[in-house]
T-cell receptor, first 115, second 112 residues
Framework: DAMVIQNPRYQVTQFGKPVTLSCSQT?????MYWYQQKSSQAPKLLFH???????NEADTPDNFQSRRPNTSFCFLDIRSPGLGDAAMYLC??????????????FGPGTRLTVL | GNSVTQMEGPVTLSEEAFLTINCTYT??????LFWYVQYPGEGLQLLLK?????DKGSNKGFEATYRKETTSFHLEKGSVQVSDSAVYFC???????????FGKGTKLSVIP
């Protein structure tokens, strides 16, 4: 089945220690997104890639970076995690074609704990 | 700006009860509308969607109709099961927009 895969499902890091979260997809979608979701809140968009074009949301902290080496993979790098960065991180994908952005499909998420 | 308002939870129902979760939106133009479901500890799963006025999305016994005149997309199910316990998010997106605007989510608990 075509899907969005996130690894690891659970990640524990120390305060200030860089961490990388991974997302891959078999849907061949040209758009990939990273969301942060804190407890009992709606997901908040951090940034997205349209192909290799990176689009940062205005209020995304500089501490969050992303890389997309190819169509299938996208990484979220947190350079110096703080306690406030503990959250569920969701990857999503969609296709953009003929001026229209299609439905977003989400992965299972990575739960990040910062000690 | 665009926004989504959905009923506050939590909602607790007995098994086989009727479910309605209200959702209204404000938008310029005619957005696509979605319901996503999030089971404990999991990511979001697309439950159903509608892309134009009067469309009805349906899946797994859930239904929602895109009502342009009332700017609403209420989620309904005739007979809920314990396995439907989850958080439900209503969301909208403009046709050319990447931005998916979510409501705050409604937690549903179904008790046997």
């Amino acid at each position: 089945d075509a899907m969005v895969i996130q690894n690891p499902r659970y990640q524990v890091t120390q305060f200030g220690k860089p961490v990388t979260l991974s997302c891959s997809q078999t849907l061949n979608h040209n758009v990939m997104y990273w969301y942060q979701q804190k407890s009992s809140q709606a997901p908040k968009l951090l940034f997205h890639y349209y192909d290799k074009d990176f689009n940062n949301e205005a209020d995304t902290p500089d501490n969050f970076q992303s890389r997309r080496p190819n169509t299938s993979f996208c990484f979220l790098d947190i350079r110096s995690p703080g306690l406030g960065d503990a959250a569920m991180y969701l990857c999503a994908t969609s296709s953009f074609f003929a001026g229209a952005v299609d439905t977003q499909y989400f992965g299972p998420g990575t739960r990040l704990t910062v000690l | 700006g665009n926004s989504v308002t959905q009923m506050e939870g939590p909602v607790t129902l007995s098994e086989e009860a009727f479910l309605t979760i209200n959702c209204t939106y404000t938008a310029t133009g005619y957005p696509s509308l979605f319901w996503y479901v999030q089971y404990p500890g999991e990511g979001l799963q697309l439950l159903l969607k509608a892309t134009k006025a009067d469309d009805k999305g349906s899946n797994k016994g859930f239904e929602a109709t895109y009502r342009k005149e009332t700017t609403s997309f209420h989620l309904e199910k005739g007979s809920v099961q314990v396995s439907d316990s989850a958080v439900y998010f209503c969301a909208q997106k403009g046709a050319g927009s990447y931005q998916l605007t979510f409501g705050k989510g409604t937690k549903l608990s179904v008790i046997p």
